[in-house]
């Protein structure tokens, strides 16, 4: 007795099912030639290279003139015509969003991408494409509901993108501390060693070469202190220098790079009266080293 298909069905339709059924007998006589042809029939995502078909390139090629609306039935086509075409229902998608302003359907077709694709390398921009397609959606109903949501969504979005940066800028300008803060050191170290070395005494240097390993330390110690005494020399002439014969102002602000023994040399034309500018200065000063940019020192009578 034959099974009577409903009159809705069109002839392809009734076609498809006679055919099905004859396989279905086919594999109970005959179940060694099912699995035969079973392993044979090429299935899954591989069995049809969907960017290869005609109509999907045909598609491509109507986005490129610009004929979107052709462009949009030909990857329909392509969409009804193989189950597997995750590439068709992406570029739908984005037809939907750009071109239609439908941001309904574009969610569908993405979600439907992800479905089918869901480990591509463009699955996070689908995700990012389906959260504008909702924000336009939400924004293009009636009375405008969702306003105050999409616009806290954005403004979210704003201050995350606003926080990477400011820990970006955190982690330089540390680094530019770390970096200011050796400077710092190093410029202190060699302000202080110009200082020693201003305002330390001369000593001659040796006039015979060493006999002994005493005599031989005692050498080295005298050719430092006479490269100090050399660095001191380059450093006075360096100075401006004043004829004491002119007299000794009363006071006199300390400028940068200055020492007692600069100043001294200088109003008095030897370093004999460091410490009398010292003493006389004992408010401000608390060591002979102890000299800053802008002080006003008193410098006594000689």
Not at 139 to 147: D, M, Q, V, Y
Not at 153 to 173: C, F, G, H, S, W
Not at 193 to 206: G, V, Y
Request: aromatic fraction near 8%; charge should be negative; charged fraction near 25%.
């Amino acid at each position: 007795m034959s099974k009577a298909y409903p009159l809705t069905l069109d002839g392809e339709v009734l076609e498809s099912l006679i055919m099905l059924k004859r396989i279905a007998v086919l594999c109970l006589l005959y179940p060694s030639l099912c699995f035969l042809w079973v392993s044979c029939t090429p299935t899954g995502p591989d069995s049809f290279i969907e960017v290869d078909s005609a109509e999907y390139q045909a598609a491509k090629q109507k986005m490129r003139e610009g004929d979107v609306e052709a462009a949009l039935e030909l990857f329909h086509r392509v969409i009804d015509k193989y189950p597997y075409a995750p590439e068709s229902h992406l570029e739908t998608g984005v037809i939907y969003l750009r071109y239609e302003d439908e941001p309904v359907l574009a969610i569908y077709h993405f979600h439907r991408y992800l479905e089918l694709n869901p480990d591509s390398r463009e699955a996070p921009l689908v995700q990012e494409l389906i959260v504008s397609a909702k924000k336009q959606f939400a924004t293009s109903l009636p009375g405008n509901p969702f306003k105050d949501a999409v616009s806290r969504m954005e403004l979210l979005e704003t201050i995350a993108a606003l926080k990477r940066q400011v820990e970006t800028l955190n982690a330089e300008m540390l680094e530019l501390q770390r970096t200011n803060t050796s400077l710092r050191e190093r410029l202190s170290g060699t302000q202080d060693t110009m200082r020693e070395i201003l305002s330390s005494p001369a000593t001659p240097a040796a006039q015979s070469e060493p006999s002994t390993t005493a005599d031989a330390a005692d050498a080295v110690e005298t050719r430092e202190l006479v490269v100090d005494s050399q660095t001191r020399q380059a450093a006075q002439q360096q100075l401006p220098q004043t004829d004491a014969r002119d007299g000794i102002p009363e006071s006199y602000e300390v400028r940068p790079g200055d020492s007692l023994y600069a100043i001294s040399l200088r109003f008095y034309g030897s370093s004999d009266y460091i410490q009398a500018i010292f003493q006389a200065n004992r408010s401000v000063l608390h060591s002979v080293n102890d000299l800053r940019p802008g002080q006003v020192l008193r410098l006594p009578d000689r």
